[in-house]
């Protein structure tokens, strides 16, 4: 995917993960490099309460 859904699609599929996933996802994009590649993405995960 090299598009970004609107937010409220992100929020949907967001969701839609297990606590798991959002808990990688969420420390993924606290690596510098990760969060530098992926900047759209990991600027998104903080505004749904990053894995809570």
């Known amino acids: 995917m090299k598009t970004m859904k609107p937010m409220a699609g992100?929020?949907?599929?967001?969701?839609?993960?297990?606590?798991?996933?959002?808990?990688?996802?969420?420390?993924?994009?606290?690596?510098?490099?990760?969060s530098k590649r992926h900047a759209q993405f990991c600027a998104n995960v903080p505004a749904l309460g990053g894995a809570d």
């Open 10 to 34: 992100f929020k949907k599929a967001w969701f839609a993960l297990s606590k798991h996933h959002r808990v990688k996802m969420t420390k993924a994009c606290n690596d510098p490099a990760m």
